[in-house]
């Protein structure tokens, strides 16, 4: 009968402290993760900014430039919008491939020239820099 009593007691208390382990980690979880990063899309003038991972699209005329920026407004992976005649500066949501998604507007964008991405840490690995940038943070500018 006292195993019946301890095993009465002893199975919620099991239930209640996995409960309570579940939630802690959920809690540090919410604390450790980033904050979401702002998003607007509405074409700024880059001057004053410095990018370190970015996707730029150059364009023939500011005119083609001009057409290409409202595009952006709607894209899930476009974070800040830079324009700068004649071409496109854009930060992405946090977790995009800047690789895939130029090879994407270099599709999508028929007037563009040129689609390059702008990765200061990619390049200062592959140059294998003695004295590299600072590492760039996940906004995408210095």
């Given at each position: 009968m006292a195993e019946k009593s301890?095993?009465?007691v002893?199975?919620?208390v099991i239930v209640l402290a996995l409960a309570a382990?579940?939630?802690l980690a959920f809690f540090i979880a919410a604390l450790v993760r980033p904050p979401e990063l702002p998003v607007d899309t509405n074409p700024a003038p880059l001057a004053g900014h410095t990018l370190c991972a970015a996707v730029v699209v150059?364009?023939?005329s500011d005119q083609d430039m001009r057409a290409a920026a409202g595009s952006f407004h709607d894209d899930p992976k476009a974070r800040r919008?830079?324009?700068d005649p004649p071409s496109i500066s854009l930060l992405a949501v946090p977790g995009t491939d800047l690789k895939a998604w130029a090879q994407e507007l270099h599709v999508r964008l028929r007037t563009a020239e040129r689609v390059t991405v702008l990765d200061s840490d990619a390049t200062a690995a592959q140059?294998?820099?003695t004295a590299?940038?600072?590492k760039c943070p996940r906004e995408g500018e210095y």
């Open positions: 301890l095993a009465r002893l199975v919620p382990g579940a939630g150059t364009f023939a919008v830079f324009v140059l294998k820099l590299p940038p600072p």
